[in-house]
């Protein structure tokens, strides 16, 4: 299986910051890597896929990039709304895996 | 607008069967591939199942092969997940999600669209 690891597991952080989560896989998986948004109680929600595509309706504020093993996600002004949890996926095979998660607080 | 909600969890004692669906509107069903996932409590996202736009074909991660079965019927709309032999650690709020492809198996395919996830306790 392929293996998804995400830095740093959480981060503190102000309205107005750029924030830069990484994820990193455990072997080449090209550009086929999605990010997801989690709040509490809630279901993810898709932002990003193949690496850099926004998802309809996402703010262009988040923005992907990467290919191979190394990826990041970025946003580039905080928001109040972007405090949540953020996890990285590889559609790259089967079993599809996550990253652990990275959580945005204040 | 598309909707995915499921139904089924509860609490079971260990080793007991339950089964979860998935209910959905808003696309045409038959035209995507459907997955689950699930997340323990206070954990991330483990994902558990796929199955094929037209059910022939699925796939397991190994914490559930042997034990959880995935299927759905088209003409209701449906998604189902049959979990046999339910330990504590399958304790989760499990998520139906609608994969953009129609294979279960296609590279570069993401969950555009999540059930807000139905939680399943096993506890004696």
């Known amino acids: 299986d392929i293996q998804m690891t995400q830095s740093p597991s959480s981060l503190s952080s102000s309205v107005g910051d750029r924030v830069t989560i990484t994820c990193r896989a455990s072997?080449?998986?090209?550009?086929?890597l999605n990010w997801y948004q989690q709040k509490p109680g809630k279901a993810p929600k898709l932002l990003i896929y193949?690496?850099?595509s926004l998802q309809s309706g996402v703010p262009s504020r988040f923005s992907g990039s990467g290919s191979g093993t190394d990826f990041t996600l970025t946003i580039s002004s905080l928001q109040p709304e972007d405090f949540a949890t953020y996890f990285c996926?590889?559609?790259?095979?089967?079993?599809?895996?996550f990253g652990q998660g990275t959580k945005v607080e204040l | 607008q598309v909707q995915l909600v499921e139904s089924g969890g509860g609490v079971v004692q260990p080793g007991r069967s339950l089964r979860l669906s998935c209910s959905v509107s808003?696309?045409?069903?038959?035209?995507?591939?459907m997955h689950w996932v699930r997340q323990a409590p206070g954990k991330g996202l483990e994902w558990v199942a796929v199955?094929?736009?037209?059910?022939?074909?699925?796939y397991y991660a190994d914490s559930v092969k042997g034990r959880f079965t995935i299927s759905r019927d088209n003409s209701k709309n449906t998604l189902y997940l049959q979990m046999n032999s339910l330990r504590a650690e399958d304790t989760a709020v499990f998520f139906c999600?609608?994969?953009?492809?129609?294979?279960?198996?296609?590279?570069?395919?993401?969950?555009?669209?999540w059930g807000q996830g139905t939680l399943v306790t096993v506890s004696s």
């Open positions: 999600a609608r994969d953009h492809d129609i294979a279960a198996a296609g590279i570069g395919g993401y969950f555009d669209f």
């Open positions: 808003g696309f045409t069903f038959s035209n995507f591939a």
């Open positions: 199955i094929s736009y037209d059910g022939i074909h699925n």
């Open positions: 072997q080449s998986i090209s550009s086929y």
């Open positions: 193949a690496a850099s």
């Open positions: 996926q590889q559609s790259y095979t089967i079993p599809r895996t």
